[in-house]
């Protein structure tokens, strides 16, 4: 087999700073923590926020109504 | 939060996927217990990489910080086109050089050595020479190196990536690599002779 110290070099190194990878992890899951609770909270107050947005447009949070102005449906197929 | 939660829900992963199939588990899912997984597997060789390159291990740290991060928010759009130890290097190797340019604007990263002090053909240096330094020496060296001949070292004895792959991931041609490789080669053996003169 073709010796490469390059290898050698590159398994010395794991074993080495492994402490320094377990460290990084646990930074990385407690950013992944922040990540996800913020993204939580923003899709549980999503729809506020739309409506939030569409008041200080100008519009109606409230759905547009399709029946006429008597009560009655304005399309036949129209419950 | 359900997806911090969803490992201690379910029952245990399979640790035997490829890397490929642990990707496309992850967007399926959003798990990150198969990001995990990836990182065990290569925590070790970035950190390596990293450290190589930035030689500081606080600076090693948080630039694998970074890539991982950067890796876990961009798994949706690997493409599967390479492998994923090649996009993972690729990103690596390119933090890290940016890095170094960022901190030092170090000229053998942000300009291409056009000089041809060393271009004759007779001073072709043997992969083996290269490979069989021993690892102390190896060490030595590669912490004189510039940036970018270290990185490309690395790449071609390290990671075995082609020449092809290694244009690919620099964003340079297959000629301007090899001739990038085998100036780094001569600066290794420059140095390995001027360090270990006494020693040879």
Redesign the interface.
């Given at each position: 087999m073709?010796?490469?110290?390059?290898?050698?070099?590159?398994r010395?190194?794991?074993?080495q700073?492994?402490k320094?990878?377990e460290?990084?992890?646990r930074?990385?899951?407690s950013?992944?923590?922040i990540l996800?609770?913020i993204g939580?909270i923003f899709e549980l107050y999503l729809s506020r926020i739309f409506g939030l947005f569409v008041s200080a447009t100008g519009g109606s949070p409230k759905a547009p109504d399709n029946r006429s102005d008597n009560g009655r449906p304005k399309y036949p197929n129209t419950l | 939060m359900i997806n911090l939660l969803y490992p201690l829900l379910t029952k245990e992963i399979p640790t035997d996927l490829s890397d490929e199939d642990v990707v496309k588990e992850f967007v399926l899912s959003n798990n990150v217990a198969f990001f995990d997984i990836l990182y065990k597997r290569y925590s070790g060789k970035v950190f390596g990489k990293c450290l190589s390159i930035l030689k500081s291990e606080n600076e090693a740290e948080d630039a694998m910080q970074e890539i991982f991060m950067k890796i876990l928010l961009n798994l949706s759009k690997f493409s599967g086109r390479s492998k994923f130890s090649t996009w993972l290097y690729s990103i690596t190797y390119n933090y890290c050089i940016d890095s170094i340019r960022r901190r030092k604007k170090d000229k053998s990263v942000l300009v291409d050595d056009m000089s041809s002090e060393h271009d004759s053909a007779d001073d072709d240096i043997e992969d083996r020479f290269i490979m069989e330094t021993n690892v102390k020496r190896l060490k030595v060296i590669l912490e004189e190196l510039p940036a970018a001949d270290k990185a490309i070292l690395l790449m071609k004895y390290q990671d075995d990536f082609s020449i092809r792959e290694i244009s690919g991931m620099l964003d340079k041609s297959e000629s301007a690599v090899k001739m990038k490789i085998k100036r780094a080669k001569q600066k290794f053996k420059k140095l390995h002779s001027e360090i270990f003169k006494n020693t040879l």
């Open positions: 073709r010796i490469n110290n390059f290898k050698e070099l590159e010395e190194q794991i074993v700073y492994e320094n990878t460290k990084v992890h930074s990385i899951s950013n992944v923590g996800s609770f939580d | -």
